[in-house]
């Protein structure tokens, strides 16, 4: 089990440098000169879903290694927690023009 979770993480880690690094080329413009611009929102938002979802991962790899059957319920909260954000981050990239890997949705 130890070795699934990395791979999970950093696969998200991965897919949080690229969503970065789209964010930084983008169409050249840097620093907030269009804060109301809705696609850099959108994509600001996908950026903190997937942060949320490395602390969530970090979360649950943590109750895996040291589980036992008090931290059932624990463990299946943050199952559930980090479903609901892997549901939302899919949602959030559908409006941003970007795609979330299958390995990070997996």
Do not use: Y
């Not at 897919?15 to 050249?28: D, E, F, K, L, M």
């Not at 199952?79 to 997996?106: F, H, R, S, Y």
Request: aromatic residues 0%.
């Amino acid at each position: 089990m130890d070795s699934a979770a990395p791979n999970s993480s950093s696969s998200a880690a991965a897919t949080a440098a690229v969503v970065a690094a789209a964010a930084a080329s983008g169409n050249g413009v840097q620093g907030g000169d269009r804060p109301e611009d809705p696609s850099k929102q959108n994509l600001a938002q996908v950026t903190a879903s997937i942060q949320r979802t490395l602390g969530l991962l970090h979360q649950l790899n943590l109750n895996v290694s040291s589980f036992s059957s008090a931290s059932q319920l624990p463990l299946l909260q943050r199952l559930n927690a980090l479903v609901a954000e892997l549901d939302t981050m899919q949602k959030l990239a559908e409006g941003c023009n970007i795609q979330v890997p299958m390995e990070v949705v997996k």
